[in-house]
């Protein structure tokens, strides 16, 4: 079965950076978009950023010209750069596998936008 877990959390002062990983297996081609996520506790999940097959990216405002979303689908990787981190992005950070269909464009703004997630793995920020 698919699945995608993630790597790269911890801790880091504010100002700093990071990069989180993902991997995915259980299926050979990825003709699905896919996205970041995160949550903070008490809050919904909120969309980071999403990337497409073809490399078309889409941001959240909170994190636009701050982190960058890419992939190595030649490893089956997703990762997110992450530069001048703030203590407001301590959160979980989940990489998700959006549904077919449903481009990066419009899956931040999409209910149900993904159909299978990560384990997640925690950013903190001080």
């Known amino acids: 079965h698919v699945q995608l877990v993630e790597s790269g959390g911890g801790s880091v002062q504010a100002g700093g950076s990071m990069r989180l990983s993902c991997v995915w297996s259980g299926y050979r081609y990825r003709s699905n978009s896919m996205g970041w996520f995160r949550q903070s506790p008490g809050e919904g999940r909120e969309g980071l950023a999403a990337?497409?097959?073809?490399?078309?990216?889409r941001y959240a405002d909170s994190v636009k010209n701050r982190f960058a979303i890419s992939q190595d689908n030649t490893k089956n990787f997703l990762y997110l750069q992450m530069n001048n981190l703030k203590p407001e992005d301590t959160a979980m950070y989940y990489c998700a596998r959006l549904r077919r269909g449903i481009p990066a464009e419009s899956a931040l703004g999409t209910p149900n936008a993904v159909d299978i997630w990560g384990r997640g793995t925690q950013v903190t920020v001080s």
């Open positions: 990337i497409d097959n073809d490399g078309h990216t």
